[in-house]
């Protein structure tokens, strides 16, 4: 019975982490290619994020590898540090941070983030993707431009100059790719038994190096080469792979924007990572629950091993998880394979990788970023009223008009004021039942709840009826006592009958 059940979890995980290989290849080089990271830092996050956090972490389900909702940070990251080793430094400190959060139990963290704020992130991550890819999937090459000139220019310049100065070729790449992934995503095709097998991005892949071997005969003009291409580095074996590894420069370790991007990425990661548990732990048939705590741990362990080899920072991610899920997945062996997989790739066909059009993996990760912020993400916040909204597109702005963690901060600000604003109003009411007035007093009362409280007991008319009744109340601050007890002590003045129910101060009990 033993040996059954071992069979069949070893052939569905098998078979799970071919389809996950399949996704996760091109995002991991597209990813790596957004962030402005050489492709193989991508796959070496990949590698890592399979096999070390596969093996740790306490999840049956989720994958974990580069993510999408990074490549803001570290695009933006290795600008300002000035160099890839000074920017790998920061991932090793982001993964000990993340360790540190994990043994002192703070996976809860994630439970208590906005999800306006949370919502908000995503979608501006989405729309800077997009920007951050029209250059790749319009041909551009960046570095053929005056170094002088790009050195402080925004995306939306970097796109102006694209559009000037594109590649004629990488055009209906990028396109064709879009249309493919569009037609791949629909249900009928994403369930099919046989077409469904192989997910879109890996066609859009395929797609790619075919159409660029078509211009070397038919249209030599169009061809895509040299920066417009993949580049990994090529080993023919383990010790040359070792030698092509990119380690860590910790030089930068005394200033402040070194530890201020340590911390971003550690907080980044961590909340994509806990949103991607919870998300997983919700699709897994068997409602197996991922303890979060330890997560944290395995990622930050991930984390530090891919800084200190030349990768990408990691998370869980909810895409390959949701393929992992659907391909039939049973344990974690499922994400362990992929990076075996992935490790064996790098291996044994580079060249094949390095003939693939920089163009595809732009429309790849153009459709990822539509998903996070596609209008009906809009159209839902809105819906949902102002109170949501509003910390929704405040984050959106933010972060585009600052960064990633300046601009969750200001988001956090407008959340929190809303939860105050709600909390505020609810905790204490006043209401007319039958010519009594009822003033309730709920949840934790405080004294952020003084003005609403003299407000509604100023409005009570002389000679009333007033119960207050507070047995939903698990905590009156001092200065609400006080209030109610300089109300009570003066209503005799006023013709005011007050009666209490829930106190246990010295007031009159209400029976």
């Known amino acids: 019975m033993a040996q059954t059940i071992t069979k069949n979890i070893i052939k569905n995980d098998l078979k799970a982490s071919l389809v996950v290989f399949l996704v996760a290849l091109p995002l991991c080089l597209g990813i790596a290619v957004a962030s402005g990271a050489p492709p193989l830092a991508g796959l070496i996050a990949g590698i890592i994020g399979g096999i070390v956090i596969g093996s740790i972490s306490g999840s049956h389900v989720s994958v974990s590898g580069p993510a999408a909702g990074l490549t803001v940070v570290v695009l933006d990251s290795i600008s300002s540090l000035g160099s890839f ?52 999937g319009l041909g551009w090459d960046k570095e053929a431009m005056n170094p002088a000139t790009m050195e402080s220019s925004s995306s939306f310049v ?184 992935i490790f064996i790739l790098v291996l044994t066909i580079p060249e094949i990788l390095n003939q693939i059009p920089l163009s595809c993996l732009a429309a790849i990760l153009i459709m990822v970023g539509y998903k996070l912020a596609k209008p009906s993400v809009f159209i839902d916040e809105y819906l949902k009223g102002k109170s949501q909204f509003i910390p929704f597109i405040v984050t959106v702005i933010a972060i585009l008009l600052t960064n990633l963690l300046v601009g969750i901060g200001i988001g956090l600000v407008v959340g929190f004021f809303f939860i105050i604003q709600a909390n505020y109003h609810k905790t204490v009411t006043l209401s007319e039942d039958k010519g009594v007035y009822v003033l309730k007093l709920q949840k934790q009362v405080s004294y952020l709840n003084k003005a609403p409280l003299m407000k509604a007991l100023e409005s009570i008319p002389d000679g009333s009826e007033v119960l207050i009744n507070a047995t939903k109340a698990k905590f009156i601050d001092k200065d609400i006592e006080e209030i109610l007890n300089d109300f009570i002590s003066s209503s005799a003045q006023k013709s005011i009958d007050v009666k209490t129910k829930g106190f246990k101060y010295n007031l009159k009990e209400f029976h």
Do not use: C
């Not at 949370?118 to 991550?125: Q, R």
């Not at 580095?233 to 092509?244: K, T, V």
């Open 85 to 136: 080793e000074l920017f790998l430094g920061t991932v090793v400190i982001a993964g000990l941070i993340q360790m540190i959060l994990g043994f002192a139990k703070a996976g809860v963290l994630g439970y208590y983030f906005p999800h306006s704020v949370i919502k908000g992130m995503l979608t501006a991550i989405g729309l800077i993707l997009i920007i951050k890819q029209i250059p790749h």
């Open 158 to 341: 970097e796109t102006w100059l694209a559009i000037q100065n594109f590649s004629i070729g990488a055009i209906p790449i990028t396109l064709i790719s879009l249309l493919i992934l569009y037609f791949f995503d629909r249900p009928k095709i994403k369930g099919h038994k046989l077409i469904g097998l192989i997910p879109g991005a890996l066609w859009v892949v395929v797609l790619g190096v075919l159409m660029n071997k078509l211009y070397q005969i038919f249209l030599p003009d169009w061809i895509q080469s040299g920066r417009l291409l993949v580049n990994i580095p090529i080993a023919g074996n383990l010790a040359e792979m070792a030698s092509l590894l990119t380690f860590p420069d910790f030089s930068a370790i005394n200033t402040s924007n070194f530890w201020i991007i340590a911390v971003t990425i550690a907080v980044i990661a961590s909340i994509e990572t806990l949103l991607s548990i919870e998300a997983g732990d919700k699709m897994d048939p068997e409602k197996r629950i991922t303890p979060t705590s330890r997560e944290l741990v395995a990622q930050g362990v991930g984390n530090s091993i891919s800084g200190l080899i030349g990768g990408l920072p990691v998370t869980a991610v909810i895409v390959r998880t949701s393929a992992n899920i659907g391909a039939g997945a049973k344990t974690k062996l499922s994400a362990i394979f992929h990076g075996v997989l």
